[in-house]
């Protein structure tokens, strides 16, 4: 499967084919992957000196790179989110009780009910919905030439 050192595809397959490697940001050396090592460095780490690592995509949603009109500024080789948000504080009550002075009559119809909290002491997911496939990377192929 011809493709271009650093190039990253999805694939379906349960092992790599040959001459890629899953993006599970294993340690490689730089000796024996010269080329892929010039075009990704340590962006993904690595000592630089001895290895560096392939890109780790797993339980990861890939982004391109760089700042979209209006959004955040996303520089190769950053990562972030979670997959749980924390729970909620409670709110606090600020319920404000006043004072009425002098006689009052009042009939008062109450029909039982339960109050149930709506709030939660457990984490909350904050995972989309997904299919898991994987991601490879190419070790050895094709040189990309710069546009």
Not at 77 to 83: D, K, L, S, W
Request: charged share 10%; glycine share 12%; with cysteine.
């Amino acid at each position: 499967m011809e493709g271009y050192f650093a190039e990253i595809r999805m694939f379906a397959g349960k092992y790599a084919p040959m001459d890629w490697a899953f993006c599970d940001g294993r340690t490689l050396s730089i000796a024996q992957y010269s080329p892929l090592y010039a075009l990704i460095g340590t962006t993904y780490g690595g000592n630089g000196q001895t290895t560096f690592q392939l890109p780790d995509l797993r339980g990861r949603v890939a982004i391109h790179a760089g700042q979209g009109v209006g959004l955040s500024n996303y520089p190769l080789g950053a990562n972030g989110g979670v997959e749980t948000i924390p729970a909620p504080a409670p709110p606090v009550n600020t319920s404000v009780v006043g004072k009425v002075s002098g006689a009052l009559t009042a009939e008062l119809k109450v029909t039982p009910a339960v109050v149930v909290s709506a709030t939660s002491s457990q984490a909350q997911t904050n995972v989309q919905p997904y299919l898991c496939v994987n991601y490879i990377i190419c070790l050895q192929g094709m040189w990309p030439q710069q546009d």
